[in-house]
């Protein structure tokens, strides 16, 4: 018996120290205990960053393109989305297996500086939203020289 609870014991610790299994367990009990869009399923997003602009590739699957918002503002990206409805796809005895989709409002804020906010771009295709964030110009160097 002692070997049973050393053993379970030994388990336990073994699955908190696999970071795979550990992020499992949370993003697990964030869908369970959310009652909205838990933010480690929404939005998943590329971002690329050259000397001239910020690229981002944005996951917003069956999302109406007027159900998106965007807006710039001191250094920060902000992406709000709303689903108000889902098709019921239950049988006509209302047999669900299961249903993960939800409805609801959910965001997402990326801090990108030194936009050029009035050279955005947003395109929406497929259910990926494809912005393109042009960096303001760097300034002139003025170098002063000391007496």
């Keep these: 018996m002692a070997n049973d609870m050393m053993n ?7 699955r908190f120290n696999d970071l795979t299994k550990m992020d499992d367990l949370v993003n697990g009990l964030e869908r369970s205990f959310s009652g909205n869009f838990g933010s480690s399923s929404v939005l998943k997003t590329d971002i690329k960053e ?3 602009q910020y690229e981002m590739h944005v ?14 503002r ?6 709000a989305v709303k689903r108000d409805s889902i098709s ?7 047999n669900m ?6 409805t ?14 009035s050279k955005i771009e947003a395109h ?13 110009a760097a300034a002139d160097t003025h170098h002063i020289e000391i007496q």
């Design 8 to 14: 379970w014991h030994n388990d336990l610790f073994d």
């Design 50 to 52: 050259t000397d001239e």
């Design 59 to 72: 996951d917003v699957p069956g999302i109406k393109k007027d159900d998106i918002a965007l807006k710039y």
């Design 74 to 79: 001191d250094g920060n990206l902000s992406i």
């Design 88 to 94: 019921d796809d239950s049988d006509k005895d209302g």
């Design 97 to 102: 297996i299961a249903s993960e989709r939800r």
């Design 104 to 117: 609801g409002r959910f965001g997402r804020q990326y801090a990108l500086p030194d936009v050029d906010a």
């Design 124 to 136: 929406y295709e497929d259910g990926v939203l494809k912005l393109t964030l042009p960096k303001k």
